[in-house]
């Protein structure tokens, strides 16, 4: 069953429907679009960043429709809420075990006291900087995860993608 996204209410009603959830959302964040380091464009995946330290819900990949204030838009998204993702790096996060190095210059170590709220915007390309968002998360994709490699998290992050648009819009 295809069918487009209109509004908050139809998102839930199909995931409703769908069965992906049975009238759970896990939460709402507002917040205005902050320009980040720009790793997620430069690896193929530009995201809006949004202050997120404290939303009430626990670290993970999400499922999210993301509305832009002034009529801009309203948008599925997939979302990254916690630490900056460890690629390649010594440290661990949420207890998994960190890689050795080995990425050519271009590791990146998870920070847990920088906590980071990324949105990447199905079907969308522009610029938001500024904007007010309105963020309904709606199902959790997985936990945070560490990555050996770039190449790792960029395939993890076109996997959770196809993983949002076969929840929102069918296989």
């Known amino acids: 069953m295809a069918f487009k996204i209109r509004h908050i209410y139809d998102t839930i009603f199909a995931m409703k429907f769908t069965g992906?959830?049975?009238g759970v959302v896990y939460g709402v964040v507002h917040g205005v679009v902050q320009k980040?380091?720009?790793?997620?464009?430069?690896?193929?995946?530009?995201?809006?960043n949004l202050e997120?330290?404290?939303?009430?819900?626990?670290h993970?990949?999400?499922l999210v429709e993301v509305e832009v204030s002034q009529g801009a838009g309203?948008?599925?998204?997939?979302m990254h809420y916690g630490p900056r993702p460890s690629v390649g790096a010594r440290v661990s996060v949420g207890g998994g075990a960190g890689g050795a190095g080995g990425t050519g210059g271009h590791g990146i170590a998870a920070d847990?006291?920088?906590i980071r709220l990324e949105i990447h915007l199905l079907?969308?390309?522009?610029?938001?900087y500024g904007k007010t968002v309105t963020v309904v998360v709606l199902d959790k994709i997985r936990e945070v995860m560490c990555f050996s490699s770039l190449e790792e998290l960029k395939a993890r992050i076109a996997e959770d993608i196809l993983l949002a648009r076969a929840r929102?819009?069918?296989?």
């Not at 309203?74 to 997939?78: L, N, R, S, T, W």
């Open 60 to 62: 993970g990949v999400y």
């Open 74 to 78: 309203k948008f599925v998204g997939v």
């Open 112 to 114: 847990p006291s920088e």
């Open 36 to 48: 980040g380091d720009g790793l997620g464009a430069k690896i193929g995946f530009p995201t809006i």
């Open 20 to 22: 992906i959830v049975h």
């Open 52 to 58: 997120g330290s404290s939303v009430g819900f626990s």
């Open 168 to 171: 929102v819009y069918g296989p």
């Open 123 to 128: 079907d969308f390309s522009g610029d938001l």
